[in-house]
T-cell receptor, first 109, second 113 residues
Framework: RKEVEQDPGPFNVPEGATVAFNCTYS??????FFWYRQDCRKEPKLLMS???SGNEDGRFTAQLNRASQYISLLIRDSKLSDSATYLC??????????FGKGTTLSVSS | DAGVIQSPRHEVTEMGQEVTLRCKPI?????LFWYRQTMMRGLELLIY????????DSGMPEDRFSAKMPNASFSTLKIQPSEPRDSAVYFC???????????FGDGTRLSIL
């Protein structure tokens, strides 16, 4: 079983749609959680950290369910500029970040 | 502020040649990471350093790969001899600590013919 699993997509949605991505992780000792965004032929960039109580940053909401070892990212009112690959990332004590393969989002007008 | 700086941006070379990739982390960051990204395997951690010391090199594919960090502001990833299957984008990233969010360089797009 892979350590971090994501649905690769692609998710094709119209502008203004709400879209949700899910991610599962295998190691219950994971302590830190992040979502990164990667544009085509660019480097990954931190989108947001994920906290146990859930957190929101504008149109983006991240949630963590430790019992189910599940992380989600919700994007509301999607924009053309949201088109990218979204990487789910987890960290365990004493190890480096572990990246999922990413979920591709394409927002069309 | 300068981010993570990698060089070269692109490298095309013939198999069997030595390839050296370079990275300058963000000043003040104590952890440095080398990743390889391909369509098939995604983003794979090759090795990471903490305070210039290699902590985990279990992701280094084989003996043809080596990485060094002689000081806090410079690291190299070397492939010798290179093979076509090494073709990928190689990213360097740095962070304040091993668990903190990482900042990535622009990557080196490596093609081995």
């Amino acid at each position: 079983r892979k350590e971090v699993e994501q649905d690769p997509g692609p998710f094709n949605v119209p502008e203004g749609a709400t879209v949700a991505f899910n991610c599962t992780y295998s190691n219950s000792a994971s302590q830190s959680f992040f979502w990164y965004r990667q544009d085509c032929r660019k480097e990954p960039k931190l989108l947001m950290s994920v906290y146990s109580s859930g957190n929101e940053d504008g149109r983006f909401t991240a949630q963590l369910n430790r019992a189910s070892q599940y992380i989600s990212l919700l994007i509301r009112d999607s924009k053309l500029s949201d088109s990218a690959t979204y990487l789910c990332v987890v960290n365990q004590a004493g190890t480096a970040l572990i990246f999922g393969k990413g979920t591709t989002l394409s927002v069309s007008s | 502020d300068a981010g993570v700086i990698q060089s070269p941006r692109h490298e095309v070379t013939e198999m069997g040649q030595e390839v050296t990739l370079r990275c300058k982390p963000i000043s003040g960051h104590n952890s440095l990471f080398w990743y390889r990204q391909t369509m098939m395997r995604g983003l794979e951690l090759l090795i990471y350093f903490n305070n210039n010391v290699p902590i985990d090199d279990s992701g280094m594919p084989e003996d043809r790969f080596s990485a060094k960090m002689p000081n806090a502001s410079f690291s190299t990833l070397k492939i010798q001899p290179s093979e076509p299957r090494d073709s990928a984008v190689y990213f360097c990233a740095s962070s304040l600590t091993g668990k903190a969010p990482q900042h990535f360089g622009d990557g080196t797009r490596l093609s081995i013919l």
